[in-house]
């Protein structure tokens, strides 16, 4: 054997084995590791059990629940009882705080800190009914803007934008006084009808974007009835932004109920209190008194804030454009 013959069987040795560890690296590269797929929701709640502000305000909102649903097992006294009413004098027309009554009690002597805890129920139900009202009403009108599109939309959207040109709060104090004879229930409708109009814009948004996209043409292509494609594919695929939304209206929902009895709106029966009727009634003892609204005040606050928390978070989490 020759040189040139030895070189060539060299050289072709070499570019067997190159053309091995080239297409071993190939194989390696293009090879799709064995691991479970992740949904949407497991990798969200991935992100915000990492996330201290969700904690934050799940923990907020977790004891504002604990403290609703066993008010009357935290609660010292009766939120009604006049335990104090005799030292409920013209010249102190607040009594102060003492053993047994930690906060001290209201005008008419009834301990505070049970009219607070017992507060936070009926707190609970306006935001949460509130907010389930207004639900209603933007499921009705966004699934009809949506869904059916043409002059519906038109006439939907239309009476949307005339409902957002005015502001939330401005719009539920006009609804509240339309109603005539203040209640609790009033407040829960006026509040719930200001949010409407968010809640229609957000479903039929998501609705629009859903009306494109693959799966719904192609169910479109199969035959599949426009009722079913509404209510089976676009609907249920819509209302991850909604409920998520709906979680941070619990919060201005609490708000603006504090704001209608602050203005006199509110429920005027204080036998069952509730925050911001406790807030409305300490006005004429703000400046003698101004515990009577600082602690309404800041339970109103915290408990917002708990929940706008966690309403931001959520979105975040959900929202890929918004993931950090």
Known sequence: MGVFDRKKERIDELARSGSTAVLERTDEAGAIKDSEGVSLFASAWRRLRRNPMFLFGLAIVAIFLFVALFAPLLARHN????YLISEVTPNTPIPPAQPGFPLGGDDQGRDLLSRLIWGSRQTLLVGVGATIAGLAGGLILGTLAGALGGWVDSVVMRIVDVMLSVPSLLLAVSVAVLFGQASQWTVILAIG????????????GSMLAQRGSD?????RALGVPERSIVFRHMLPNSLGPVLVQATMVVATSIIDAAALSFLGLGNPDDS??????????????????????????????????GFTLVGESLREALDPKSRR
């Open 79 to 82: 939120p009604v009882t006049q």
């Open 193 to 204: 009808i200001a949010q409407v109009p968010i809640f229609a814009r957000l479903l039929r």
């Open 215 to 219: 799966h719904v043409l192609a169910a």
């Open 272 to 305: 069952s209190p509730e925050w911001g009727q406790m807030l409305g009634n300490s006005e004429q003892f703000i400046d003698t008194y101004p515990h009577m609204a600082f602690y309404p005040a800041i339970c109103i606050i915290v408990v917002a804030l």
